[in-house]
Structures are given as C-alpha cells and as structure tokens.
C-alpha cells in the first residue's frame, strides 16, 4: 500500500488547539459550557513533546468582547515553543497581525475580521506571505444541509455563501483555511469529512479540518477525505489520547507523519 499524503504534496498535520478565555486553556462543546482545562504554556509544552506538528492558540473571547488578545500570554507561549505556533481571536487590524507575528507567533488566523474587512486578507498576504496567513471558518450546517458563516466567536450568523467565501479567501491569497463545523465541535462524532472532501476537491488551499474529533481514526478517516490537516482539543486536554497515539495510528495506516 502506498503512503498517504497530502492533496498538495505535503506530510498531513496533527494539531492541537488551545481556546483561551481570560488567560485559560477553555473547552466545551458547541462553542458553548466552557471548562477550564489549564495553563497554556504548560499545554503547548506538553503537547510539543508528545510531537504535536502545530499548536493553535484561539482567544475566543476577543472577539466577542471587543478587546485585545492576551498578547503577554501569546507571547510566553512563542517563547517556548520550537514548533509552528498560530494566533487568533481579536486581530481586527494589519498593526494587530505584525504586533502578534512580532512577539513570534508564525502564523495568524483571522474570522471575523477577515468577513468585516475582506481586503485585509490581501494586506496581509502581500505585506507578510501567505505562508503565515489563516482564515479560520465557522460554519454551522442547518435542516437543509446549507452551510452557514458564523462570526464572533459563533456567536453571530451571516448570510455569506459558505462556498462563495472559501473561493473568495483563496483568490485574495490566504494560506490556509482552519475549516470548524460548529455542528461537529465538541460531540466527540468526528469531522465533517463531507464538508472537507469538497472543499479540498474544489480548492486548491490548504484545508485544515476542525470540530468533532475524540479518537485517532477520526484523524485517519479526514485525512483520507482530503483534508490536509487535523486539529482538536477536548480529546487531548482530557487525557484520553497523546498525539503520540494518533501518529502511531496514522502510521499503522500508511499515513505520513512528521
């Protein structure tokens, strides 16, 4: 059997989101009933040494609460990290994203700015490189299986073309697309590997899927679908897998690892 890889050549990525409120490692499920789960220097170390290829770092309060991302903690948290490290949650602005890529965060994502503000994923692009540049996408599938855009830490729904969105990122030049199905997140079912085939079908951009995954074959299930890369939280901060447990069942399968 050959080795899987990636839709773009690339070796699929295991990543391990941190949600941060006031300072904390949070998860809950739906976006809603957050816990607190520790200390997020503490997890990003932790989850480096298990061989995690990325860590993400969401502020999903920032947003809603109309305030500045925990700089200081992101900061720490870059300081101590040898692997990729992506920021997210409140970076409304260009001065926002050169402030976070300065305290040494690799890449950014941007939601609800990048919605509000379209022309701002072209700014960054051209001002830092696509490499560096995340549009995280909420979506939330309803009764009639339409995909909706949601913003504001899934607070707020729009009336964008869930589709029509994900083209327009790509044209303007992100690098990425941190894909989350709101209906997934938290419940343990796995990812929406309908939703993540077609848009790493449709797409030529790296699909990051997010939302649903509690064990390692959802990973290995994904990655077959297309996606490019993985992210979870729960199934991590909770104990009941290491990375390593997910890499050496994605290896069993023939899947690339890091």
Request: one cysteine or more.
């Amino acid at each position: 059997m050959s080795e899987l890889i990636g839709s773009n050549g690339l070796i699929p990525r295991v990543i391990v989101c941190l949600d941060v409120a006031n300072g904390r490692v949070v998860k809950g499920v739906n976006f809603k009933g957050l816990m607190d789960m520790g200390d997020p220097v503490e997890l990003a170390l932790k989850y480096q040494e298990q061989g995690a290829d990325e860590i993400v770092f969401l502020d999903i309060k920032a947003t809603l609460e109309n305030r500045a991302n925990a700089l200081e903690t992101v900061t720490r948290v870059a300081k101590n990290l040898s692997i990729p490290f992506s920021v997210g949650g409140g970076l409304n602005s260009y001065q926002d994203v050169a402030q976070f890529l300065k305290a040494g965060a690799d890449k950014v994502a941007l939601n609800s700015a990048a919605v509000k503000t379209p022309e701002l994923i072209n700014q960054i692009a051209e001002g830092f490189g696509s490499q560096c540049l995340v549009v995280a996408i909420d979506v939330n599938k309803n009764d009639v299986d339409d995909y909706a855009v949601y913003i504001r830490g899934g607070h707020v729904k729009t009336d964008i073309n869930a589709f029509d969105w994900f083209k327009e990122v790509e044209e303007r030049g992100a690098g990425e697309i941190l894909l989350t199905a709101m209906h997934r997140d938290g419940t343990g079912i796995g990812f929406d590997n309908e939703l993540m085939s077609r848009v790493a079908t449709e797409r030529n951009i790296q699909v990051i899927a997010s939302g649903g995954a509690a064990n390692a074959q959802h990973f290995i299930d994904t990655y077959k679908a297309g996606s490019d890369a993985a992210l979870a939280a729960g199934m991590f901060h909770r104990g009941e897998f290491r990375v390593g447990d997910v890499k050496q069942a994605l290896s069993k399968q023939n899947i690339l690892t890091r």
